[in-house]
């Protein structure tokens, strides 16, 4: 019995170490109490290899499985950010628990690293990335970094005795260098830097527009606090642009996949009765032309049409700006150039989508008047839909609000209204024609 329960272990373990991609997804599938069993009986390494692989819901309820000092063993195996996010997630007094375990330096590097706001550089720096000293020479750089684990060492980052930041040293630089030759003579002066409260949003402009390899997080004294990587900005955007997705359809940024009913009730409802109301302004405006609908009761069957092409194209205009606001490659002062191109983009499809409707409408009423009625409303519905689908994310950036914050719940509200006012507009207007 117990060769076999060797032989399984030994399974495991090499299934973990050769298969980490299949694995993690074997665990995901699996219940909390089996994983935790399995990391009850892995190393500590080992076990912090299984929590970075893992979903951070799933890592979260594993930990909480486990006794406080396994668990702080695991931590102090993992890489520190993924270390201080899982602890985030942890109730105040689990989190305790398993700090009190860890080495009272590794603890308050932990604590610094929960302290900082969320989206900020101190969540996303490595607070052990490797640093040299600007008196090394060429030579004994190259020695010590073949002592480093760390992959990230295409840029070293240079550090005076005080550990102040110095500046950066390209390794090719370096590798091309006297081999006598100081670091102080070979690093970058004055190097792109941000403080730990810089914003991700920043953070992202900052490697997009200095195509940056790391950036180097400093405190007010200029003293090394940590450093970021591309990946992680690469997953932070990840993570900004999937936040922003869910902000637009009135969910909350900090809703996850495996968040309790009772939170997502309680962050999405607010938004929900707020759409209730504009839906009901929607209505009102259909019950403006009530009279109208009565005698031409075809009315009644086309208004999802139009609104339906209006709100797509609000929606197309609207996903084109966030991802300009988003990537910095428009601000607010090009309100004017973005307008007029959505604008006329919306003019251009809603004449194309005119004519092939109003042919459709045309063959199905044989009303040459309807059909000019809608072939028009879809025209304007379209272009004040790219309106809106523009001016809404600009308006709130100028307001400094978050232009993602429920936007498509505004949009929604603008694209029905317009294109049900034009649409039965026109009717009332032209009714002699239907």
Do not use: C
Request: net charge neutral; proline share 4%; charged share 20%.
């Amino acid at each position: 019995m117990t060769d076999l329960h060797t032989v399984s272990r030994a399974l495991a373990d090499s299934f973990i170490d050769k298969f980490p991609q299949q694995a993690t997804e074997v665990l995901e599938a699996a219940p909390v109490e089996e994983v935790a069993q399995l990391l009850r009986m892995q190393t500590a390494e080992r076990g912090a290899h299984i929590l970075a692989r893992i979903s951070t819901a799933l890592a979260t309820s594993v930990l909480k499985q486990l006794k406080a000092d396994q668990a702080s063993r695991i931590l102090a195996a993992m890489d520190p950010i993924g270390a201080a996010l899982l602890l985030r997630s942890l109730d105040q007094q689990t989190r305790d628990a398993m700090l009190a375990k860890l080495e009272p330096q590794l603890a308050r590097e932990l604590d610094e690293l929960m302290s900082y706001p969320e989206g900020t550089a101190g969540r996303l720096m490595q607070p052990r990335a490797p640093r040299m000293p600007a008196h090394r020479t060429a030579r004994q750089a190259l020695a010590k970094l073949r002592r480093f684990t760390s992959r990230d060492a295409a840029v070293l980052v240079v550090t005076d005795d005080d550990g102040k930041l110095v500046g950066l040293a390209n390794l090719a630089d370096v590798v091309r260098a006297d081999p006598a030759s100081q670091l102080a003579n070979i690093v970058q002066a004055a190097p792109v830097r941000v403080d730990a409260l810089t914003t991700r949003e920043e953070i992202i402009d900052l490697f997009s527009r200095y195509r940056l390899q790391v950036l180097p997080v400093v405190d007010l004294d200029n003293r090394l606090l940590g450093v970021i990587h591309q990946s992680s900005v690469i997953q932070a955007a990840q993570e900004e642009a999937a936040a922003d997705m869910q902000a637009m359809v009135g969910a909350s940024r900090d809703e996850r996949a495996l968040s309790s009913p009772i939170f997502a009730m309680r962050k999405r409802l607010p938004w929900l009765n707020i759409n209730l109301v504009t839906a009901f302004l929607a209505a009102a405006v259909v019950g403006l032309f009530e009279n109208t609908i009565a005698q031409f009761t075809a009315l009644a069957v086309l208004l999802p049409v139009v609104a339906g092409q209006s709100g797509n194209t609000g929606a197309q205009a609207l996903a084109v700006i966030m991802r300009g606001l988003a990537l910095r490659e428009i601000r607010v002062r090009h309100w004017q150039r973005v307008i007029v191109k959505e604008v006329l983009a919306g003019v251009l499809n809603g004449t194309a989508i005119a004519i092939v409707t109003g042919l459709g409408v045309l063959v199905w009423s044989r009303s040459a008047g309807l059909a000019l009625v809608i072939a028009v409303a879809m025209v304007i519905s379209m272009a004040l839909a790219g309106l809106a689908g523009a001016a809404i994310p600009l308006i709130l950036t100028r307001l400094r609000q978050d232009p993602a914050q429920s936007a498509s719940i505004i949009l929604t509200t603008v694209t029905d209204v317009v294109g049900f006012f034009s649409f039965l507009g026109l009717a009332t207007l032209l009714s002699q024609l239907l």
